[in-house]
């Protein structure tokens, strides 16, 4: 079975800082899909970013880029230029490609923002 | 984006009833719906997926009597927690993926048994 593991239970960052979130997995698979979610105290679940396994690049969204290691099963995500808004849980999340694409959470970060 | 609603957002029932949570996709088709659950401080556990025509597909663990699920269309799963005690309170979340196999998340249901 999968999992996927986030060893960091809180992180804290300066407003306009920057911080990286960690998170491990294991799988036997080499096609699938690396997922960072952001649910802030609404309780909504905001994709972050998203990674194919296949693909060499890290992925990029503005001011939010990972780290992907596939070999050492690595896939952390640096904040740049960190803001108030970006206070909230962060999850990784593993999915399989292909029809089953079940996604299995971390247990998450809380990151916290100060001015 | 894609949106996903479901309702209600919360509800308080007496233990030893049924209640009805629903989960729609506003603006695509969903063959697909997950439901999770979600404890205070906690991850989102997958409890089973919901398939469009067919039955749901429950995790190990997971009671599928108590835990009814129907994907009756391409845009509503619905879960029934029947004869709700008060372990089954927490929060109850879905998504529904898209053709792209991009899953999007409703805003989640508070459920609270008393």
């Known amino acids: 079975a999968q999992t996927v593991t986030q060893s960091q239970p809180e992180m804290s960052v300066q407003e306009a800082e920057t911080v990286t979130l960690s998170c491990t997995y294991d799988?036997?698979?080499?096609?699938?899909?690396l997922f960072w979610y952001k649910q802030p105290p609404s309780r909504q679940m905001i994709l972050v970013i998203r990674?194919?396994?296949?693909?060499?690049q890290n992925a990029t969204e503005n001011r939010f880029s990972v780290n992907f290691q596939k070999a050492a099963k690595s896939f952390s995500l640096k904040i740049s230029d960190s803001q108030l808004g970006d206070a909230a849980m962060y999850f990784c999340a593993y999915a399989l490609t292909g029809t089953a694409s079940k996604l299995t959470f971390g247990t998450g970060t809380r990151l916290q923002v100060t001015l | 984006g894609a949106v996903v609603s479901q309702h209600p957002s919360r509800v308080i029932c007496k233990s030893g009833t049924s209640v009805k949570i629903e989960c729609r996709s506003l603006?695509?088709?969903?063959?697909?719906m997950f439901w999770y659950r979600q404890f205070p401080k906690q991850s989102l556990m997958l409890m089973a997926t919901s398939n469009e025509g067919s039955k749901a597909t429950y995790e190990q663990g997971v009671e599928k009597d108590k835990f009814l699920i129907n994907h009756a269309s391409l845009t509503l799963s619905t879960l029934t927690v029947t004869s709700a005690h008060p372990e089954d309170s927490s929060f109850y979340i879905c998504?529904?993926?898209?053709?792209?196999?991009?899953?999007?998340f409703g805003p989640g249901t508070r459920l609270t048994v008393t």
């Open positions: 603006d695509f088709q969903a063959t697909t």
């Open positions: 990674q194919e396994a296949y693909k060499q």
């Open positions: 799988t036997s698979e080499s096609d699938y899909y």
């Open positions: 998504s529904a993926r898209d053709q792209f196999y991009e899953q999007y």
